[in-house]
């Protein structure tokens, strides 16, 4: 090794062993080992989150690693997503969420399923000979082509497979979990021969060929390879986890562009995670600034009062969130999942409560909202259009990437409750828990029943007299002055700052801090400042269940799309509105009397009568329809504000009610879930506007019904310059759609669905490109009956 390599690792240990450790500016988190929850709701999601692992079948979930390795599964894999081309990705985020939840609770039946996964992976391994572990199928002759530099990428797809960079993702983090949370060797050693093969994937390719390549979602690929650095000492894999950052979002945000709106948000998130942690290992303040511009701005512009983002699992623009307030796929549960992983790395080098207080909203009102608290079904979407639904999973039939977060969310509950950094302790969430501190010899215990009363305590247990500051989170909530008393008495404050109640002094046994942390209720708007509002108690968004009625699909069946609430929509015109100043709205809300959290919501008008609605945790609301989100109007507004309404709507629920099915071009989910197939197609965006077209073709596959009159509905952008489209069902040319070369708004066109496929329940949809034309480009194609 030269001089100049040796110095080089030399300086990249020190960072390594730097951000690994303790930071001068920053904290430490304590292993989820150290802390235990005690009762409450977030023990009781653990628990339900254990259940629910231990149903699901390892054998199953090993299915797709044993036969891409050319060994015998014992057991046919999962269906769902499963067995139609992301084969494998669940198995990944199983191990990670059963090293989690064994950090957590010790509890020996998940370590027992971790060490039958863990030896089935070993052995796919080895009979692959190459470090190579996963499920894509045919993924093999795949990985050949990329390395030969024959890559054909989407933004959904890699070489004809759906997102397989994606998929190994989760395997990649699942070993490191295993290792980092259960100190396992073999993980360690399985991931260290997986990035092998990954370096050896890519090394013949050229940056270009690679960014290219990273156009398909690829998780946080550049985040486990960062990770691989660390854990080896390696600077080569560094180098790797830089050159797996995709460089066209990067370089908007180092310039502090907002390029986001349209893009998937999801494919985002995981790739800031890697910025953030290569970051941190180089002392980068370039990327580490990029990845806080990227916070600030989904934190404060993207994210509604849960915490959540997105809709139809894009980025909406920042001044318009109609469509969030209209549809039925609202925020992303592995969104969430992945801001609060990015706000814990920001929050880690630079100890800000607005972190704090962004983890503790998407924690208790998003995250927490997304089991069921009953059989420990996991949502997608968390609709806030109001009066509509969610749908929760099955342990057997539902393999969407939602669960594969979902399952690791309510595994970790213990990691941001307290941290340290040397003789200070931060108690940052109000979760009864206990931490062992080994560091100082230690132990504290919270407890408390938040938010239903607004206090917690602390009970601090040296095991001899010690000093050190405790420091309390003072939360941007708070409706008064937070009284601290010690052991009864009211405490001396070392600093009673903007961000923590600091106390500083020599502890004994038994110490009791007892922190009253008082709440009220407000109000938040929507962030375009549109007149629709949130309620919120302290940190607590409050809800209103309407109605039982139509819950279609509430447990999902194994289909596509099963994720998705496809029952009724009620009109945004039948629902009720808030009749109210803003200002006044907090005036409308009385405490109910002996329910905690409860409270009575007047104002309200609902097809011209006065109503009043009793409004709740929204962590507490299951089984129903809802409203988040309130519709708000003066007196004189609210006639005109339902007309509004009924005529925005008219067109589409009519629409809504005759289709039996759709696809919104260009948007991942819809088109993965219709099993799309192209050839010389390219999706894009215009605004907030997704579209595909083609100057060869592609194609779906599409449910109708059997036997009755149905007919092809096709959205599509007219252009001011010459384009020519054919479509086609089951091969049969149906239309052709107009090209008047004049530039105008969205057109459709309904197209009769022939004869000879009347007795079929699925049909094969084609658009074309007619040579030497590209096709238009198409937005959206539904099937509708008569």
């Known amino acids: 090794m030269s001089l100049k390599n040796i110095l080089i690792y030399i300086v990249f240990v020190a960072l390594c062993n730097n951000v690994l450790g303790q930071t001068m500016k920053g904290i430490s988190y304590f292993d989820l080992k150290d802390v235990r929850l005690l009762p409450s709701i977030f023990k009781h999601a653990e628990q339900a989150d254990l259940h629910y692992l231990l149903e699901m079948d390892p054998d199953r979930l090993l299915s797709p690693f044993l036969r891409e390795a050319g060994l015998t599964p014992i057991k046919e894999s999962y269906g769902n997503w499963e067995n139609t081309g992301l084969d494998g990705h669940i198995g990944g985020h199983y191990i990670s969420a059963l090293s989690l939840m064994y950090a957590a609770t010790g509890d020996a039946r998940i370590k027992q399923r971790l060490d039958y996964m863990l030896t089935a992976l070993q052995r796919c391994q080895e009979a692959n000979g190459d470090g190579y572990i996963g499920g894509v199928p045919g993924g093999r002759a795949m990985w050949d082509e990329i390395r030969a530099g024959n890559i054909k990428a989407g933004t959904f797809s890699l070489n004809g497979k759906w997102v397989p960079l994606y998929n190994i993702h989760k395997t990649y983090a699942g070993l490191r979990d295993a290792y980092v949370l259960t100190g396992d060797e073999r993980a360690k050693a399985m991931l260290i021969r997986m990035a092998e093969w990954a370096d050896t994937l890519v090394k013949q390719l050229s940056d270009a060929q690679l960014q290219d390549m990273l156009r398909s979602e690829h998780g946080g690929l550049n985040e486990v390879f960062a990770d691989v650095a660390a854990i080896t000492q390696n600077p080569a894999y560094l180098q790797l986890a830089r050159r797996f950052s995709h460089q066209a979002i990067l370089e908007s945000l180092i310039q502090q562009t907002d390029k986001l709106t349209g893009l998937h948000a999801n494919t985002q998130i995981p790739k800031i995670l890697g910025f953030k942690r290569i970051a941190d290992l180089a002392e980068d303040t370039v990327w580490a600034e990029a990845s806080r511009f990227f916070w600030n701005n989904v934190v404060r512009q993207r994210s509604i009062s849960i915490g959540g983002n997105s809709v139809s699992e894009h980025f909406n623009p920042v001044d318009d969130f109609s469509k969030m307030i209209h549809s039925i796929e609202g925020p992303e549960t592995c969104n969430t999942y992945n801001m609060l992983r990015l706000t814990k790395m920001l929050y880690q080098t630079d100890p800000q409560t607005d972190y704090m207080d962004y983890y503790e909203r998407g924690l ?337 596959t599409m449910r109708k019904l059997p036997h009755a009159d149905q007919w092809l509905y096709v959205r599509y952008l007219a252009e001011d310059s010459s384009r020519q489209t054919e479509v086609r069902v089951n091969g049969i040319a149906i239309g052709v759609l107009p090209s008047t070369g004049e530039k105008q708004p969205p057109k459709t066109i309904r197209l009769r669905l022939p004869h000879q496929v009347r007795e079929a329940d699925r049909i094969e949809v084609q658009i074309n490109g007619v040579p030497p034309a590209t096709s238009h480009k198409i937005l959206e194609i539904r099937t509708i009956s008569g």
């Open 364 to 700: 208790f009102n998003h995250i927490l909202s997304t089991q069921h608290p009953e059989h420990g079904g996991l949502v997608y979407f968390t609709q806030i259009r109001p009066g509509h639904y969610r749908v929760y999973s099955r342990p057997h039939t539902s393999m969407w990437c939602c669960v594969g977060s979902g399952m690791e969310n309510h595994a970790k509950y213990g990691e941001m409750i307290y941290a340290y950094r040397r003789d200070e302790l931060f108690v940052n969430l109000f979760i009864p828990s206990r931490v062992n501190w080994s560091e100082q010899q230690v132990e504290v215990i919270q407890d408390n029943n938040f938010p239903s009363e607004a206090s917690t305590k602390l009970t601090i247990e040296p095991k001899k007299p010690t000093s050190f500051t405790l420091h309390i989170r003072k939360p941007s909530w708070l409706a008064g002055t937070p009284v601290v008393r010690i052991n009864g008495r009211i405490a001396e404050l070392t600093n009673d700052g903007a961000n923590y109640l600091s106390i500083y002094r020599r502890w004994k046994r038994g110490d009791v801090v007892e922190v009253g942390l008082p709440m009220d209720i407000r109000t938040e708007q929507l962030p375009d400042g549109s007149n629709y509002y949130s309620i919120l108690y302290g940190p607590i968004v409050l809800g209103a269940r309407i109605d039982t009625a139509d819950l279609s699909g509430l447990r999902a069946d194994d289909s596509r799309m099963g994720h998705v609430a496809k029952g009724r929509q009620i009109p945004l015109k039948d629902l009720p509105i808030l009749v109210s100043d803003p200002n006044d709205i907090p005036k409308r809300i009385r405490a109910v009397p002996s329910k905690p959290l409860h409270f009575t919501l007047t104002g309200l008008q609902q097809k011209g009568a006065a109503i009043q609605l009793e409004l709740e945790p929204f962590y507490q609301i299951h089984d129903a329809r809802y409203i988040l989100y309130w519709p708000q109007a003066t007196e004189k507004q609210v006639q005109e504000m339902q007309n509004k309404m009924a005529e925005e709507e008219k067109e589409r629920l009519a629409l809504a009610a005759v289709t039996i099915d759709k696809v919104v071009c260009g948007e991942q989910q819809p088109e993965s879930d219709h099993f799309i197939q192209e050839e010389n197609s390219n999706a894009g965006t215009f605004e907030d506007t997704r579209w595909r077209e083609a100057s060869g073709w592609f194609r779906y």
